[in-house]
């Protein structure tokens, strides 16, 4: 794979530390200079960014936090409300959406970002990529995406998220070789093509970028699902992994060993249990710090999601260290009957089971307290067995424990998926008491 030895994920490992460090004590004047909510923090708590030179030094700052964005939103912002071009909201996963304001310089960051993600993946100038998600919305990812292949030079094709029918026209008229969507829409548009005698194993598509889900397990493998999708449709697979907060996508090159950070857009640390970073390879929270963000930079924010850093060279030539596939957030792990397990794990398997059409899983304190999880799934056809027996067995031969299933139409499911005021399909719900 060719590169230009100008790309700071190509250099050493301490060349990009030390990169990385004098991209920090900008980002620490510039916070210090112009962030409210920072500059009450670093007073509150006695800290003179001047100091702070390291990487590690970082740990002398408190974390950011989900509640921090939601309480104190306006005071995050860093430029005068004139400067605001674009203005996107969070998905609100874990409570109130949280607006984000964007500069020119940070849409220009954006298509930067995206640029090289894609360029990760193989995307090159000439190529078409066809665009399954929203670009409306108050959505960050699908915008960040259109200015990215603009960027790159190839071309775009903006259809949507949805719409099966539409989705294959296009391929048909355009011939896109590129895909990106939400994985589990591809088995819907794999149905549709076998439905409806659609040759799709020898359409012009010849790679599928994941967003949203994971294609693989944390050792790299395919999870269920992407396993899934590669039996039947043999195409280049691969994930990413990005959010709004840190406004950058981790993407795999073609080998899949892991999502690339690029050192000049953020800063990644993997935290345990006692807030202190973990050894490399081990798992924990990932926290960030945004680097070149005009508009609300953030400090060391915990995203909640639980990964692990992998650092050494990969394939590509690439030394910027890698995260693995998500295992899932921290706040949606679940103990279900002793076994320690986060909401993907049950999404595999409900997304490898041909006959499901539909899932929403629920989790509950129980009576004695512990977690009690109830999986609610919508047929695609009534079946001659014991459904309820398959999938108790499905999940046990996978996660060890089975959840209590039960049966409902596709339609009352659907409803629960989609209500009106989610971007994103509800595939989990969170009742549990937080204490």
Known sequence: ???????????????????????????????????????????????????????????????????????????????????????????????????????DSDLERL????????????????????????????????????????????????????????????IRRLNPDTIMCVPSFILRLIDYAEQHGIDYRNSSIRRIIGIGESLRQPDFSLNLLGARIHEKWDVELYTTYSSTEMGATFSECPYGCGGHVHPELVIVEIIGEDNKPVADGETGEVVVTTLGVEGMPLLRFRTGDMSSKITGQCRCGRNS??????????????????????????????????????YVVEVQNSFAGTDEVHVKVGLNSP?????????KDRFRSRIRVAPIV?????????????????????????KRRKD
């Open 383 to 391: 079946q001659h067995f014991d459904v309820i027996k398959d999938l």
């Open 111 to 170: 298509a930067y970002n995206e640029m090289k993600s894609f360029g990760c993946a193989g995307v090159a100038p000439g190529d078409i990529v066809q665009l399954m998600v929203t670009l409306d919305k108050r959505f960050m990812a699908g915008l960040a995406y259109f200015l990215g292949i603009r960027k790159l030079g190839a071309s775009i094709i903006r259809v949507g998220n949805g719409m099966p029918e539409l989705q294959w026209d296009t």
């Open 1 to 103: 794979m060719t590169h230009t030895t100008t790309d700071i994920e190509f250099r050493t490992a301490v060349e990009i530390e030390d990169f990385q460090c004098g991209r920090l004590r900008v980002a620490l004047d510039y916070l210090a200079a112009h962030s409210p909510f920072y500059q009450r923090m670093f007073r509150e708590n006695g800290i003179d960014v001047t100091e702070i030179h390291t990487i590690s030094g970082l740990q002398r700052i408190p974390f950011t936090e989900k509640k921090d964005l939601q309480l104190h939103n306006a005071d995050f912002l860093c430029v005068p409300p004139a400067k605001i071009i674009d203005y996107i909201t969070t998905s609100g996963t874990l409570g109130d959406p949280v607006t984000f304001g964007c500069t």
């Open 406 to 430: 039960e049966i409902m139409s596709p339609e009352d499911i659907n409803k629960i998926n989609n209500p009106g005021n989610s971007r994103k399909p509800v595939k989990f719900i969170d």
């Open 321 to 358: 260290y890698r995260l693995t596939p998500l295992i899932g957030r921290k706040n949606n792990m679940i103990k279900l009957k002793g076994t320690t397990i986060y909401p993907p794990a049950i999404n595999d398997v409900l997304d490898n089971t041909p006959y499901v059409a539909n």
